[in-house]
């Protein structure tokens, strides 16, 4: 059984179909590449995908699972993280706090408990803790000595590398990376193709959408669809895999 199956997606915005009858699958352990031009509809995919914007008509199937119509708190919970095509980090939080965000809903803290501070409290924000400076560690010295500086003050490129931490800390089954390599030069890019070799080999699954030119993209990702914007600006999902 697939990890992800996805069959037939459509979505339109008034008469302009951003995705028309999309099917891909992805099997777990995999790096998937979406790849295309601007407007071909990848981050419209992955947002049917989390829930953010649900299809007009098709089926996203996670771990077996219909996850269509449900909200992105919930298939975050069923094991799904993703980043952004526009950098979504809290510029006023620390680095640490930041990463500490992405594992929130798996506590149990709520509001009572939190004003009270029974023993259990303190346990969960010390694991917390020490699992999101284990994520940071695969980032090495560009987020670790940063960790109590504010996300406001990183580079562009460690920005980036603070939204895949943050994706990462919650354990997902399945990590939708977009355009994750964005203003970066060629050895920082290699730095993130490394660390996303790095986490498929660790047990984590990482797909992510690019608009790199399709030469580099083939020596990094296992296997890619093509999306290409045409008269309807289409996202098709059955053009042919493709080793490297």
């Known amino acids: 059984m697939a990890l992800l199956q996805i069959e037939q997606i459509t979505k339109e915005f008034g008469g302009l179909k951003a995705l ?63 980043t952004f095509q526009h950098i979504r980090v809290f510029g006023q939080m620390s680095v640490i706090e930041n990463v500490m965000v992405g594992r929130d809903f798996r506590g149990r803290t709520g509001i009572f408990s939190a ?9 969960e924000e010390t694991e917390n803790r020490e699992r999101c400076l284990e994520v940071l560690a695969l980032f090495g010295e560009r987020l670790l ?32 990376l977009d355009e994750p390599t964005a203003g970066m030069n060629p050895h920082e890019t290699q730095q993130v193709v490394d660390l996303i070799r790095l986490i498929c080999e660790r047990g984590g699954v990482g797909p992510h959408r690019s608009s790199r030119p399709r030469r580099e993209n083939r020596r990094r990702s296992a296997r890619r669809h093509r999306g290409r914007p045409d008269g309807h600006r289409s996202l098709h999902g059955r053009a042919p895999a493709c080793s490297g």
């Open 20 to 82: 028309r009858a999309v099917s891909l699958h992805l099997d777990e352990g995999e790096i998937v590449s979406l790849i295309g031009p601007n407007g071909a509809g990848k981050t419209t995919l992955f947002n049917c995908i989390t829930g953010t914007m649900p299809p007009d008509r098709g089926s996203v199937r996670f771990n077996g699972e219909e996850i269509v119509g449900r909200p992105p708190h919930e298939v975050a919970r069923r094991g799904i993280s993703r």
């Open 115 to 123: 004003l009270l501070r029974p023993p259990r409290v303190g346990r």
């Open 145 to 176: 000595p940063r960790l109590d500086q504010p996300a406001r003050e990183l580079s562009y490129a460690n920005r980036r590398r603070l939204e895949i931490a943050r994706a990462l800390v919650s354990g997902p089954k399945l990590i939708l």
